[in-house]
């Protein structure tokens, strides 16, 4: 009997002395109050950086697989005018191949324009544009 009463006593104590299982997941609670409202501004531009960046490398192996090419000939200097891809310069060359689809900005209107534009420098670089950046300029040159 002694054994028995050791053996309840000891689960009993394991079990007092467990923690509990939390109920929410903390997964789905933010760490803080401004991890929430950094991730609320940076979202739309993180997702504007991607997009930028997956043009900007779509047209670099668009134009090693083309060399040939013509279709950036008449791009407009980029301190003159930018032109909006999908509206007014079109890249759906570039989609099944080496895009999914073209990118559209998270805020952009509906229509063509994809809130994205493109240009050339003076010495020819083709730079893309995400022209509703709210964190300032966010471009990237075609290399």
């Known amino acids: ?31 803080s109050v401004a991890d929430t409202q950094l991730s609320d501004i940076d979202t ?3 997702q504007r950086r991607s997009d930028v960046t997956a043009l900007a490398d779509a047209i670099s192996r668009y134009r090693a697989d083309n060399p040939g090419s013509t279709l950036f000939d008449d791009l407009t200097v980029c301190n003159s005018e930018k032109l909006m891809i999908g509206d ?8 099944p191949d080496y895009l999914a ?3 559209r900005d998270p805020e ?3 229509g063509s324009a994809t809130g994205y534009s493109i240009c050339r420098n003076n010495k020819g670089e083709i730079s893309i544009w995400a022209e509703n950046a709210a964190s300032g300029d966010i471009n990237e040159k075609v290399k």
């Open 108 to 110: 952009a209107s509906a």
């Open 101 to 103: 689809g073209l990118p």
């Open 44 to 46: 739309p531009d993180e």
């Open 88 to 95: 007014s310069f079109d890249l759906s060359v570039l989609v």
């Open 1 to 31: 009997m002694k054994r028995y009463s050791i053996l309840l006593l000891t689960v009993f104590v394991l079990a007092a002395c467990t923690p509990g299982v939390p109920t929410d997941d903390p997964s789905d609670q933010p760490d």
